[in-house]
């Protein structure tokens, strides 16, 4: 199995002079499922555009696999890993189909003709995400949670061994958030493919991952297993949130419920 296990050693990131995170130390388990929480702000979205190398440090550093993330070849690291942004951007007019299939881009040369693979992966990743029936639709004529769906098949039309997604149920009722983290979970557990996602859902959060990352104002919290990170003592630290925290009675996991 591919090792795609992503560290941050004495990790500083901001904007400027804007410090969002400062001395972060963490790492993220190769061919699990993970989830970064914490409060609006307090730097998920920063840290998972580190990860990606959409960003440099501003001190410390990134690894994929013990390597420094910005010393990889550009397009070796894009077969490695995908990211999904919080807010992406389509050319206007574009279809689903064309979309996803933008998803092959690292695994083609620039004038490379579009192979059974290539059209396999796209139909696969359309069929996972429920949108084979819409891959001829302009994306903008989409709802936001089907159009949130034809960004995730992009990711997974990729076919790379992990998954940065940020806030992938964003614009998602509950019963497609669910399908969403079910499929990424699914992902995981059949193809060994690495999962980080920012999440909201503390309890979705519980139920879907393995592995959980909690920041606060001041940085990481704690981070480990679902029940050694959502205790109540943690959800004050980092959200000044009142909380019991009992198993949840269907599935075993933390359940919290605010008081």
Not at 102 to 108: F, L, S, V, Y
Not at 184 to 203: E, P
Request: aromatic share 4%; with cysteine.
């Amino acid at each position: 199995m591919i090792d795609t296990t992503l560290s941050a050693d004495r990790l500083t990131l901001g904007y400027g002079d804007r410090h969002v995170l400062e001395d972060l130390s963490l790492t993220l388990p190769s061919g699990r499922v993970t989830a970064i929480l914490g409060p609006n702000g307090c730097g998920k979205s920063t840290l998972l555009k580190a990860f990606a190398r959409l960003i440099r440090p501003l001190a410390g550093r990134v690894t994929l696999a013990g390597r420094d993330l910005h010393r990889q070849d550009t397009k070796a690291l894009a077969r490695r890993l995908a990211i999904l942004p919080q807010a992406p951007l389509a050319p206007d007019g574009i279809t689903v189909g064309d979309l996803v299939k933008r998803g092959r881009a690292p695994w083609r040369g620039l004038l490379s003709p579009w192979t059974r693979a290539d059209v396999e992966a796209c139909a696969a990743a359309l069929e996972a995400v429920a949108m084979k029936g819409l891959a001829d639709r302009p994306l903008a004529e989409l709802s936001g949670g089907q159009r949130q769906r034809a960004w995730l098949a992009l990711v997974l039309a990729q076919a790379t061994p992990l998954l940065l997604l940020d806030e992938p149920t964003t614009f998602l009722d509950l019963p497609h958030q669910i399908e969403v983290l079910s499929l990424l979970r699914r992902r995981n557990r059949d193809a060994g493919t690495t999962v980080v996602s920012v999440l909201h859902d503390l309890n979705l959060a519980a139920r879907f991952c393995d592995h959980l990352v909690l920041l606060g104002s001041d940085g990481a919290v704690a981070q480990g297993a679902p029940d050694a990170v959502l205790t109540a003592e943690h959800l004050d630290q980092a959200f000044g949130l009142r909380a019991l925290v009992q198993p949840d009675p269907v599935t075993g996991t933390p359940l919290v419920i605010p008081l």
